[in-house]
T-cell receptor, first 117, second 109 residues
Framework: GAVVSQHPSWVICKSGTSVKIECRSL??????MFWYRQFPKQSLMLMAT?????????EQGVEKDKFLINHASLTLSTLTVTSAHPEDSSFYIC?????????????FGPGTRLTVT | SQQGEEDPQALSIQEGENATMNCSYK?????LQWYRQNSGRGLVHLIL?????REKHSGRLRVTLDTSKKSSSLLITASRAADTASYFC?????????FGAGTTVTVRA
């Protein structure tokens, strides 16, 4: 299966600053990547779908100006949390699917723990 | 958005015992998938069952699907300490996954 990496694995930032999280597909070209947010002891909530070369599609209730997504190449998507606040502290996970497979099994990165102080 | 409920929310068993968890979903599906998440990590795909299948096995995992009841179950047999994790069912809507609330399984040595 596909291998997905994320960087950094954890980050602490001050309120009001911006943080960029990278998601890379290591062994195939990912035209579509997904960004999820997960609060402690909760499930994953899809934030947005990132498509290479076009604008991301955001889920209802997700502020596109706050969570900037860029998918400039077939192996890299970035999520920038702008003007971060403590309530943005969460576990952010990206995923992609291998379009060569029939059933859209998704491959997840290891996640990034963001703490905003 | 979350697709449905998982039951139980948490499960604690002794090593060697079986663990069963259930998932209900709301919409029609093409397939249902189960994922495992170790604490503080990403998700790992476990098994996929198609809508025209009723049961599927993979190693110590057994998944059932009842589309008339919109429910699925995951059975882990002969559990090991390494099975301690959260387990999520997920349904596919187009190419987007919707996850259940998850079941946290603790396997005691």
């Amino acid at each position: 299966g596909a291998v997905v990496s994320q960087h950094p694995s954890w980050v602490i930032c001050k309120s009001g600053t911006s943080v960029k999280i990278e998601c890379r597909s290591l062994d195939f070209q990912a035209t579509t990547m997904f960004w999820y947010r997960q609060f402690p002891k909760q499930s994953l909530m899809l934030m947005a779908t990132s498509n290479e070369g076009s604008k991301a599609t955001y889920e209802q209730g997700v502020e596109k100006d706050k969570f900037l997504i860029n998918h400039a190449s077939l192996t890299l998507s970035t999520l920038t949390v702008t003007s971060a606040h403590p309530e943005d502290s969460s576990f952010y996970i990206c995923s992609t699917y291998d379009w060569r497979e029939a059933f859209f099994e998704q491959y997840f990165g290891p996640g990034t723990r963001l703490t905003v102080t | 958005s979350q697709q449905g409920e998982e039951d139980p929310q948490a499960l604690s068993i002794q090593e060697g015992e079986n663990a069963t968890m259930n998932c209900s979903y709301k919409t029609s599906i093409n397939n249902l998938q189960w994922y495992r998440q170790n604490s503080g990590r990403g998700l790992v795909h476990l098994i996929l069952i198609r809508s025209n299948e009723r049961e599927k096995h993979s190693g110590r995992l057994r998944v059932t699907l009842d589309t008339s009841k919109k429910s699925s179950s995951l059975l882990i047999t002969a559990s090991r300490a390494a099975d301690t994790a959260s387990y999520f069912c997920a349904t596919l809507n187009g190419y987007k996954l919707s996850f259940g609330a998850g079941t946290t399984v603790t396997v005691r040595a």
